[in-house]
């Protein structure tokens, strides 16, 4: 150990860094309204959908680059960026999984992500009992985790459809979607996230070209998670994609994304919208694992991963919770927000953010409190380390209508290493007499005398480093769906291995 | 989106009356100039407009000269800044010139090219009675402020004159000096803009206790620097919002060494339609390890329609250092009014008692007990 | 035969020479106790031997059954069968205790080729050595540590070491911060344990723990030297005449 410091400590390569070699149709970089017009053809979009695309890209074409998160890049050239690659062995989309490439297949296989539905999800359940004492036991029975494939520009296969279909619930591509269930996209579409809301949004919204879409009727308990997974793989392309979950009144849906990306030198960029509906007395529970490709050691290429999430308690008694465990990407610049307009409704945000060598992250949420006795907690746990530098940056605002609105947030940072920066900026805006908010925030770093009594029973330094950061995201990860805390506490091992080296 | 156009530096400050051997005036304007331009898509006016700022500036008089009691001791060195020449101005103009932000103090900027009438004090020991410092109104008071090392000093400033008032003031503690400052600012109807700026050197004390209540545009701008290891800074104070007024506190303090320690410690209580906005960044450098940095802010909200933002903030480069923030907004607690009202206080006095209470805690020194009346009328 | 020989050890702490030349055997099935005034090196010996960061070895050896030490990282010393107990434990919140153990025994037996023990077995054992330290089985849940009175942190020690069954047993200070009853329930902890294979280091700066522990050779470290190694009554005479005397 003395010969080896701590700031050495985060050298793993990623692990989802592969490339699949097929050949897909893509289009030219460069952006104007005939590229806005060619993907709402491909995807036979009605009229009213191309001209709402046509008003969000002429709306971005005003607009300034947001400039006020704690990260710097060079200025993307949007004309470089193809905005749509599909595999061509697509071609009209498969109407079942046996007509899917099996190049593709094997690709999610690779990943882990099997899309046979006699399986399950793979890497994630074999290994799910976990050695440690947890606590706990691994779960007797293989959960059953619907997926939606997300293929560059496209979305390639989704399982289970039938099984949710027998329970009402609708889970499709968002391309399906606008076809299939056009009075609920055209109601819900950009409700959440308007059009001109920030400059990535109104990108997102001229060129999006995939996505999922969930219904969830009136009173129904989703029988299974639902998960999407999504997958850069050509190069120069930017991933647009659009997700749209509706709960209706008293319905409960819990829905997982993960995401990776190959090893490429340039920077590749994906600007996501995410927008969550819930009614009177309904439940969304979405988590994210995020482990797009971070770039090298020296921070050259990854993923700029500028999103945009929001999801609105409509009802009473709604419930939002967003769940997040960032580690990958090169710079990240997301805030998974709840408008909580239903009285009694409730908000929540817990997120671990990672980042390492040259990553740089700017997360956090907005929880804006407009409904009586609304409620929110945020709990965030940032972990820098090499010379990364990570940001909570979050909003809470009470509205005067808000009377006995409650928030609290917990911000807390972990640092290893010296060279690393963690870094807090809470707004809280307050206009309600009636609301209590409290904001807490700490700083701590893992340090030399528990490396060394750990190390003096016995376990490796880099065990022990993962062990203590693991310990610090627990809040984090007891709001995960099981398997997915365990693949969560493992992708933070793997991210942080050799980082004490 | 809505634009706003800002006057520019000429409008403000208009042509230099006289050349001021303190102040590189051309250095400074252009510094205004350049910054003046991005002001309005900065953090830092987010909740209060500067334009109200700048007008009042431009259309501001002569005024008088702050007066400044308690300068015949001995160990303490005052020129007023018309008088002032040879190594005194060049140490004022080097200071102006490196250690204000043009960025971050536009206005303070723009302050001194219209200052009038100002102080030059220097401490060379232990000072046996405190300084005391009026502000007047209708004017811009610099006040640049230098300890030597081991110096001590009470400073107790006065800013409770009516109408617009723009305060700078410069203070330097060298290695091992002692301030214990003391501000209030108690009158309603004004508009007043500050910005105190404090450099600590090696094991420098500084203690400030700064009680503000909210004007028709009042902003509070601190800014203290830990520049040598073993410095230690307390900041603490109350504020209070009544109906129609505004107060927009923003504090820095900054660890460039490491082995300092900070504490911030800041009660407000809204008390009728109007709005505070606290912001207290710590920012820590890479190059200070050991820094103990920590600030607590807490609100209370007592009238339905005030407004009370806060934004603490963290700035961390190096891992091996203890910072912590917290935040609050709420109400009085109601434990507390229990026990009062069992004990047989009726509930308003109890709120009032315990309201006053919250703000008193974070009141201390020879204004404290003037402040803690002028809060307690507005209760 | 012996389980560790220190032979002519001289170590840096911050650049500043705390051993100057220390030598000592401990033989299975041995008690041995270094006494000493503040400052005369005890810690450093025992922060050296664990193989603390910033403890640079100068010169000399350190043989554990028969290999030299002072080359391994920490845990590869705990793995041979090397375990210190704290002075002062350090918390690691977050990180539950009965996950830290099930860590620290997973990797000795990997480490050893051993079988690893099932969760049921570990927890079994785990929840006996508790109750005979007299902890609470809630304490499992707890964080490393967070939130310990100081006499739960090292009857904390005492459990790690019973469950880890050492070869060596280095006590640093175990008895500081213990009030009369805590002492005992630790003393019949660390005799618990002893027995033919094993050895003890105790480094302790009052005679009281000996009343519990009984060594068979106490050891005086002044200014980084043994000044005087002797039975139990070495440590009575230090008792009444304190520590002065040595160094004359």
């Known amino acids: 150990m003395t010969d080896r410091s701590v700031e050495a400590l985060v050298k793993r390569e990623y692990q989802a860094g592969f490339v699949t070699d097929i050949e897909s149709e893509t289009l030219p970089p460069g952006l104007d309204e005939s590229v806005v017009r060619f993907i709402s053809a491909k995807k036979q979009e009605p009229e009213w959908l191309t001209e709402w695309r046509l008003k969000a890209y002429r709306g971005w074409l005003n607009m300034p680059h947001p400039h006020w998160a704690h990260v710097h890049f060079a200025p993307i050239d949007y004309q470089t960026i193809s905005y749509y690659s599909a595999p061509r062995s697509q071609g009209e989309g498969p109407r079942s999984l046996d007509e899917v490439d099996p190049e593709l297949i094997r690709t999610y296989e690779k990943l882990g992500i099997p899309l046979h539905e006699q399986e399950i999800l793979a890497g994630v359940v074999k290994d799910s009992a976990p050695a440690d004492a947890r606590g706990a036991t691994a779960p007797p029975e293989s959960p059953r985790v619907a997926v939606d494939a997300v293929f560059d520009s496209v979305s390639i296969a989704t399982t289970f459809k039938k099984q949710l279909a027998e329970a009402g619930v609708v889970f499709c591509s968002i391309s399906e979607a606008v076809r299939d269930h056009p009075e609920l996209v055209r109601k819900y579409l950009g409700s959440v996230v308007p059009v001109a809301d920030n400059f990535y949004a109104a990108l997102n919204s001229a060129v999006f070209s995939d996505g999922s879409f969930v219904y969830v009727p009136e009173g129904v308990r989703c029988p299974m998670e639902l998960s999407t997974y999504f997958r850069i793989n050509a190069q120069n392309t930017g991933q647009f994609e659009r997700t749209l979950i509706i709960a209706d009144k008293g319905a409960y849906v819990s829905y997982l994304e993960g995401c990776t990306a190959p090893m490429r030198d340039e920077n590749q960029l994906h600007a996501a919208v995410v927008e969550l509906v819930a009614l009177e007395d309904a439940q969304i529970k979405y988590s994210t694992v995020q482990n797009w490709y971070p770039g090298d050691a020296e921070g050259r290429g990854g993923i700029y991963n500028f999103v945009t999430k929001r999801g609105a308690c409509l009802g009473d008694r709604s419930k939002i919770s967003w769940t997040q465990v960032e580690t990958g990407s090169a710079i990240t610049w997301k805030y998974p927000s709840v408008i909580l307009r239903g009285n009694d409704s409730v908000g929540e945000f817990y997120s671990v953010a990672l980042t390492r060598n040259h990553q740089q992250a700017d997360t956090g949420t907005k929880m804006i409190h407009l409904g009586r006795n609304t409620r929110s907690t945020i709990i965030s746990k940032g972990i820098s380390a090499g010379r990364s530098n990570n940001t909570y940056r979050g909003l809470v605002r009470t509205s005067p209508a808000a009377t006995g609105a409650r928030n609290y947030t917990q911000c807390d940072s972990l640092l290893i290493g010296g060279q690393c920066g963690a870094h807090t900026f809470p707004y809280i805006e307050n206009r309600c007499p009636t609301a209590t908010v409290e904001h807490e925030a700490s700083t701590s770093k893992v340090s030399d005398e528990q490396l060394f009594l750990c190390q003096q029973r016995g376990i490796d330094a880099e065990k022990a480093v993962s062990m203590i950061v693991n310990g610090f995201c627990k809040e984090v990860f007891r709001e995960l769906p099981m398997e997915f805390a365990v693949e969560a506490g493992k992708l933070l091992e793997v991210s942080l291995e050799g980082a004490v080296g | 989106m809505k634009t706003l156009t800002l006057p520019d530096v000429a409008e403000v400050v208009g042509d230099p009356p006289r050349e001021r051997p303190w102040l590189d005036a051309e250095h400074v304007r252009e510094r205004a100039g350049d910054h003046l331009l991005t002001v309005l898509t900065r953090e830092l006016w987010k909740y209060t407009p500067i334009k109200p700022f700048l007008d009042e500036l431009a259309r501001l008089g002569a005024g008088s000269p702050a007066v400044l009691e308690g300068i015949d001791q001995p160990g303490v060195r005052a020129v007023p800044l018309d008088a002032i020449e040879g190594d005194d101005a060049l140490r004022i103009r080097r200071a102006v010139g490196e250690r204000l932000d043009g960025a971050r103090h536009v206005l303070a900027d723009l302050a001194l090219l219209r200052a009038a009438g100002g102080w030059f004090v220097h401490v060379s020991a232990a000072a046996a009675g405190p300084l005391e410092m009026h502000v007047p109104p209708g004017g811009v008071a610099p006040l640049f402020l230098v300890l030597e090392p081991g110096a001590e000093l009470t400073l107790v400033e006065h800013m409770d004159a009516e109408g617009f008032l723009a305060q700078v003031a410069l203070v330097d503690l060298g290695r091992g000096a002692r301030l214990h400052h003391y501000r209030a600012a108690h009158a309603r109807d004004v508009g007043h803009y500050s910005l105190l700026q404090v450099h600590l050197a090696q094991d420098a004390g500084y203690r400030l206790n700064q009680n503000c209540v909210a004007g028709n545009r009042r902003r509070a701008e601190v800014h203290v620097l830990m520049e040598g290891p073993g410095a230690d800074a307390d900041l603490a104070g109350a504020y209070l919002v009544e109906p129609g007024q505004h107060l927009d506190q923003q504090f820095v303090v900054e660890h460039r060494a490491g082995h300092a320690t900070s504490r911030q410690k800041f009660h407000g209580i809204g008390a009728g339609k109007g709005r505070s906005v606290f912001n207290g960044r710590i920012h820590i450098h890479p190059d200070a390890p050991g820094s103990d940095a920590q600030l607590s802010n807490r609100n209370l909200a007592l009238h339905p329609d005030v407004e009370m933002d806060t934004k603490p903030e963290l700035e961390i480069y190096t891992d091996d250092v203890r910072c912590a923030h917290g935040a609050t907004v709420g109400q009085l607690a109601l434990d507390s009014l229990f026990y009062l009202t069992a004990r047989g206080v009726p509930e308003a006095a109890a709120r009032r008692l315990l309201s006053h209470g919250f703000v008193r805690e974070c009141m201390a020194g020879p204004l404290a007990e003037a402040s803690a009346v002028r809060f307690m009328e507005a209760l | ?248």
């Open chain 3, 1 to 248: 035969m012996n389980l560790l020989e220190i032979k002519g050890l001289r170590a840096k702490v911050g650049g500043e020479l705390i051993l100057r030349g220390v030598d000592l055997t401990v033989a299975s099935g041995e008690i041995h106790a270094i006494m000493g005034p503040n400052g005369s090196g005890k810690s450093t010996l025992a922060a050296v031997l664990a193989g603390r960061p910033g403890y640079e070895v100068e010169d000399g050896e350190i043989l554990f059954l028969g290999q030299d030490l002072t080359a391994l990282a920490p845990e590869e010393r705990a793995h041979l069968g090397l375990f210190l107990a704290f002075q002062y434990p350090v918390e690691i919140p977050g990180v539950s205790n009965m996950e830290f153990l099930k860590a620290a025994i997973d990797n000795l037996h990997a480490a050893r080729g051993d079988p690893q023990l099932s969760t049921v077995e570990f927890m079994k054992r785990v929840r006996e050595l508790a109750g005979r330290l007299q902890l609470s089985p809630e304490f499992l849940k707890r964080g490393v540590n967070e939130g310990f009175s100081g006499g739960e942190k090292k009857r904390n020690e005492i459990l790690q070491l019973l469950l880890l069954d050492p070869r060596l047993a280095v006590l640093d200070e175990t008895d500081s911060g213990l009030d009369i009853d805590a002492l005992q329930v630790v003393a019949d902890g660390v005799n618990g344990f002893h027995d033919r294979d094993n050895g003890i280091l105790l480094i302790t700066h009052y005679q009281r723990l000996l009343d519990h522990i009984v060594p068979d050779v106490v050891h005086v470290l002044s200014a980084g030297r043994i000044a005087r190694s002797g039975d139990k009554s070495l440590a009575l005479e230090l008792e009444e005449k304190g520590y002065g005397w040595l160094a004359r």
